[in-house]
Each structure stands twice: as structure tokens, then as C-alpha cells.
């Protein structure tokens, strides 16, 4: 951030009176911009004990494969958006059921929020972003293909989880991949 | 939004290709300026069966009852912001427990998420925020007196559940206060 998005004038990184850390402050109207974590919010469409994964057809991490999740839009809930991005993504109907993993990602001010879901009908197709979207038992998961850790971690999980018969809540962090 | 906080020139309401919904994007440089909810992270603090609420020394809601809890910082996770605002707020350290309740609050682009926590010891007093600080029993929270709907719920189920003995997660959607 260069400039103030309210009067045009250049911003300087100061720490406001009462505040612990340096923000960006208008240099003319003095209004204070903050800089907050974005949500990322998605779900495990399954149907038949089988799950629904994306391939992307967008960077980041072209070609490789995903849950249906995307940037979390002012003005819904959580729960609406993983929904919404289902339909983006994949054209596809779910019924969102409980919240199933929260990961922290502080390195790139991220927190991914992923929900059960229930996929609805079969009639699903890929969106804008999407390669292509198939249903796949636990066995043709491409473990070595998937997008991100979150998905990984929490595709692990859920097979893990499905064989207990039972699906906690489950909380964890992603660190940065280190050289 | 009204200027381009990279380059300083004006921005327009456009939906940008690919898009469905219109962004802030740059007449000059053309970038687009996505617009996200925040978080609102914090705990419910016990110690010994009695709660730690806090008395708002701000706007808004002045001079009302909350649990500590504020936005997320970028670069920490979800827990560990709850841990920051507890002590901020309150001087206060705590042990960070399970998540306990999300809540949705679409019409101000917020959600909140409120972890169960342990209080370490009874060395806490206001920070610049807050007024007062309270170690309560049920009977004696200030129901009519709670600063915001979020955390009204949130405690009300605590105590229900503590009376049952379990406390799962609760997730819920605050709707706009009817005139």
C-alpha cells in the first residue's frame, strides 16, 4: 500500500497513539489502514462415499488437485460461501453440513475454513477455474497431486475419520515450506 | 474506496472478466482491490467455574460487558490472536482451549470465533480498552448489560453446557437488529 484509498495522498507506516504495531497512515487525512487475514472457505462434496476434487485450472498451482474453496465474500456467511464457490467451481449443488477443519496459514494471512457437505444430484461440470472434476473413492486419491497442505491434511483426515465413524473438528497450522 | 492504493490514481466499480461481482478496480493501473471480511478472534477466560469479562472503555458499545476478543492480525493464527487480545485487553494470559463458537455476522462483513480458554492466574487488570474487569459466576453476569449479540450467545450456551458436562461447537448467523 502506497497511497490512501480514501483522499489519494501517499500513506507512511507509523504506529498509531494506543496501537502495538505499525500500520499504514494517511499522510493528509490521517485515517488509519488496517490489513487483516483473509478467509478461505470450502468444502468435501461427497456423494456415495465418494468425494469431489477440482483440478485447477488457475494459478496458483495449475493442473493440481483440490477441494472446492475460494476467497470468502463480504455480505455472506461462511457456510453460503463454501457453497457459492462449489457452484463457481464445479457447477455443482451441495448441502453444507459442520464445520470439519480451520488451518491457520500466518505466513500468508490466511485462515481456510472447510466444511462436510453433501453433494446434492450428479449433473456437475467444470467452472472458469476448473480443468476438470472428478468423484473419487480413498483409493484414487492423487495424493501426489493435490494442490495445497490444507487439502491434503484434511482429505487425510476425513478417510482416517470415516473409518472411525466419526468426524471431529479439526484445528492445525501450516508452516512455510523451508529451501 | 475512491483511489488506487498502489498508484494513487481514482478506481471504478467494474465486474472484472471472469468475475460476478463488481470490485474497486484501477482506472490507471487497472489492478483490482478485493474487499473480505474479518475476523474477530477471543476467548472465554475461566477460572474456577467463574468467567473473566471485560467493561469496554470504547466505542462501540461503550461502557458494556464482552469477553476479550478483537480483529486478527495479519502474520498469527486464529488462537494465538485470542492469546494477544487477552492480553491486551486485560493483562490477562490464558491457555487457549478448543474452539468453541463461530458466528456469521453477514451484514458487517465479520466473523467471529470465540475459543474456550484457561486463565493462568488471577494477575490481570484493564488495559487501555477496558474499564473493568470481572471474574463472574453465572448468576452474577450482566445479561441486560452485554455489548454484543455474539458474545451473549456464546455465553449463554457456555453455561448450558457446563451444566450438561460438554461443550461442542456452536456456529450461528447474527441478523441485523430490526428497527
Given at each position: 500500500m502506497k497511497f490512501c484509498s480514501q483522499c489519494g495522498a501517499p500513506v507512511a507506516l507509523r504506529t498509531p497513539d494506543g496501537d502495538t504495531l505499525r500500520r499504514h497512515v494517511c499522510t493528509s487525512c490521517g485515517i488509519i489502514h488496517y490489513q487483516n487475514p483473509t478467509m478461505i472457505v470450502g468444502c468435501?462434496?461427497?456423494w456415495e462415499g465418494r468425494v469431489l476434487l477440482c483440478r485447477r485450472a488457475i494459478e496458483p498451482r495449475r493442473g493440481l488437485w483440490t477441494v472446492p474453496a475460494g476467497f470468502m465474500e463480504n455480505g455472506e456467511t461462511t457456510f453460503n460461501g463454501a457453497r457459492r464457490e462449489t457452484l463457481e467451481e464445479a457447477n455443482a449443488r451441495v448441502e453444507i453440513d459442520s464445520l470439519y477443519a480451520l488451518y491457520?496459514?500466518?505466513?500468508?494471512?490466511?485462515v481456510y475454513l472447510l466444511f462436510r457437505a453433501r453433494l446434492l444430484d450428479l449433473d456437475f461440470s467444470p467452472g472458469e477455474e476448473t480443468l476438470e472434476i472428478r468423484l473419487l473413492d480413498e483409493t484414487d486419491i492423487p495424493w501426489e497431486h493435490i494442490a495445497f497442505a490444507t487439502v491434503r491434511n484434511t482429505?487425510?483426515?476425513y478417510f482416517e475419520d470415516r473409518r472411525r465413524g466419526t468426524?471431529?473438528?479439526?484445528?492445525?497450522t501450516i508452516e512455510p515450506v523451508k529451501p
Amino acid at each position: 500500500m502506497k497511497f490512501c484509498s480514501q483522499c489519494g495522498a501517499p500513506v507512511a507506516l507509523r504506529t498509531p497513539d494506543g496501537d502495538t504495531l505499525r500500520r499504514h497512515v494517511c499522510t493528509s487525512c490521517g485515517i488509519i489502514h488496517y490489513q487483516n487475514p483473509t478467509m478461505i472457505v470450502g468444502c468435501i462434496p461427497e456423494w456415495e462415499g465418494r468425494v469431489l476434487l477440482c483440478r485447477r485450472a488457475i494459478e496458483p498451482r495449475r493442473g493440481l488437485w483440490t477441494v472446492p474453496a475460494g476467497f470468502m465474500e463480504n455480505g455472506e456467511t461462511t457456510f453460503n460461501g463454501a457453497r457459492r464457490e462449489t457452484l463457481e467451481e464445479a457447477n455443482a449443488r451441495v448441502e453444507i453440513d459442520s464445520l470439519y477443519a480451520l488451518y491457520n496459514i500466518p505466513h500468508i494471512n490466511q485462515v481456510y475454513l472447510l466444511f462436510r457437505a453433501r453433494l446434492l444430484d450428479l449433473d456437475f461440470s467444470p467452472g472458469e477455474e476448473t480443468l476438470e472434476i472428478r468423484l473419487l473413492d480413498e483409493t484414487d486419491i492423487p495424493w501426489e497431486h493435490i494442490a495445497f497442505a490444507t487439502v491434503r491434511n484434511t482429505l487425510t483426515h476425513y478417510f482416517e475419520d470415516r473409518r472411525r465413524g466419526t468426524f471431529p473438528f479439526h484445528m492445525g497450522t501450516i508452516e512455510p515450506v523451508k529451501p
